[in-house]
């Protein structure tokens, strides 16, 4: 009896006890509500937090799709316990296409929910190619194909160079270099040359509340190509040398020096490979030159193509004295011609001396008083 007494006392006090009810809600999302564009091949992250802790039936829907980790091998949902008071969500969904687009909705078990609509773009480069064979300059089109943004939703496409807005108001001798076309979102490069080859950026600026800047990578390719050397190179002994590989093309994979058809090993002390114009290794300094440094140097350049260039420079290691036996050579002979003249001086003011020590001679003359000569007449 004392125990039956025991349990209905607690039992009225339960039931006197009122029942609180909590209210559920999520909190917030981050990024905020609201429209997002990404591009495809990039990362969706996202982060729910609800205010209420521990709470295990938060979830992720996708266009009304429930999602579970690990159903897709890019996609990874984290719930994290954080205060006493909220418990948060993450959602991490990589290299997403087209098939992302639509409506993120992080719910609770009462259908509370945070909404963020995600607009996945796809942007599609389509590269061109110069012809490196070809002497004269070739017109190119590149052009950025762009899916899941309607005509209304984008604005005009921009185009940068070398991180350089594109100026259409550039010329060349027969007209305008670009021009933009809004009709297949393409560029059109009029005379392109090697100096045009390298990487192009097509960005495209989204409409709405927010504005969002999307870009894109175009290459216009062409085979390596180096320009030709100068014939050869003669540098004095202990001095300094640089030589630049002037590289044209795209891509270029890799840059290497040979001498006299040998690997060139740099120390990166006395021998050092530098960049030069966004080619690694495409300079070659050498400091100290010696008479052993003498020889032909080739630059050889190739992309994974199996395509290829290089030229050849020779580098000759003059005697650093080398301009002073010039010097020495006419000095020694001043003093030979100068030795020579004193001894012939000398040799001659000896002679001279001498003559002047010797008698003189009785004079001859022409007197036949004391002889018998016969004089004969000459008719005139």
């Known amino acids: 009896m004392p125990n039956l007494y025991i349990a209905t006392v607690l039992l009225a006090v339960l039931v006197a006890v009122p029942v609180q009810s909590v209210e559920v809600y999520v909190t917030s999302i981050n990024p905020a509500r609201g429209h997002r564009n990404i591009l495809a091949g990039e990362t969706i992250e996202l982060d729910c937090q609800i205010n209420v802790a521990n709470e295990r039936s938060l979830h992720w829907t996708l266009n009304g799709e429930r999602l579970d980790?690990?159903?897709?091998?890019?996609l990874k949902i984290e719930q994290i316990s954080g205060s006493s008071q909220n418990t948060r969500t993450t959602l991490k969904w990589e290299n997403v296409t087209l098939?992302?687009?639509?409506?993120?909705?992080?719910?609770?078990?009462?259908?509370?929910?945070?909404?963020?609509?995600?607009?996945?773009?796809?942007?599609?480069?389509?590269?061109?190619?110069?012809?490196?064979?070809?002497?004269?300059?070739?017109?190119?089109?590149?052009?950025?194909?762009?899916?899941?943004?309607g005509a209304g939703q984008y604005q005009q496409l921009?185009?940068?160079?070398?991180?350089?807005?594109?100026?259409?108001?550039?010329?060349?001798?027969d007209g305008p270099k670009y021009n933009i076309s809004h009709i297949n979102d393409s560029l059109v490069i009029f005379g392109a040359t090697k100096e045009d080859v390298g990487t192009y950026e097509c960005l495209v600026k989204t409409l709405g509340s927010k504005q969002e800047n999307l870009t894109q990578k175009v290459q216009l390719l062409m085979d390596p190509m180096i320009t030709d050397f100068s014939r050869s190179k003669n540098i004095v002994q202990g001095e300094s040398v640089i030589v630049?590989?002037?590289?044209?093309?795209?891509?270029?994979?890799?840059?290497?020096?040979?001498?006299?058809?040998?690997?060139?090993?740099?120390?990166?002390?006395?021998?050092?490979?530098?960049?030069?114009?966004?080619?690694?290794?495409?300079?070659?300094?050498?400091?100290?030159?010696?008479?052993?440094d003498r020889g032909v140097y080739k630059c050889f350049a190739s992309n994974k193509g199996g395509e290829s260039a290089s030229k050849a420079i020779l580098i000759r290691v003059k005697d650093r004295y080398a301009a002073l036996w010039p010097f020495l050579g006419?000095?020694?002979?001043?003093?030979?011609?100068?030795?020579?003249?004193?001894?012939?001086?000398?040799?001659?003011?000896?002679?001279?001396?001498?003559?002047?020590?010797?008698?003189?001679?009785?004079?001859?003359?022409?007197?036949h008083k004391d002889t018998d000569v016969r004089q004969r007449n000459v008719r005139t």
């Open 330 to 367: 006419i000095c020694a002979e001043v003093a030979i011609l100068c030795t020579i003249i004193f001894i012939y001086e000398k040799r001659r003011a000896k002679k001279q001396e001498e003559e002047d020590q010797q008698p003189a001679k009785e004079p001859l003359t022409n007197d």
């Open 69 to 74: 980790a690990g159903a897709v091998g890019t």
């Open 158 to 173: 921009e185009w940068y160079f070398d991180d350089k807005r594109i100026d259409l108001q550039r010329v060349n001798a």
């Open 99 to 149: 098939a992302q687009s639509g409506t993120f909705l992080c719910q609770d078990q009462n259908q509370n929910q945070g909404r963020k609509d995600v607009n996945v773009v796809q942007i599609t480069p389509r590269e061109g190619e110069l012809n490196s064979s070809l002497t004269t300059p070739q017109d190119i089109t590149l052009r950025c194909e762009v899916e899941g943004l």
């Open 244 to 292: 630049n590989c002037e590289i044209y093309g795209n891509p270029v994979d890799t840059v290497v020096w040979y001498k006299d058809d040998e690997p060139l090993v740099a120390d990166g002390d006395r021998i050092k490979l530098m960049p030069h114009k966004n080619f690694e290794n495409a300079s070659l300094q050498m400091n100290k030159l010696d008479f052993p």
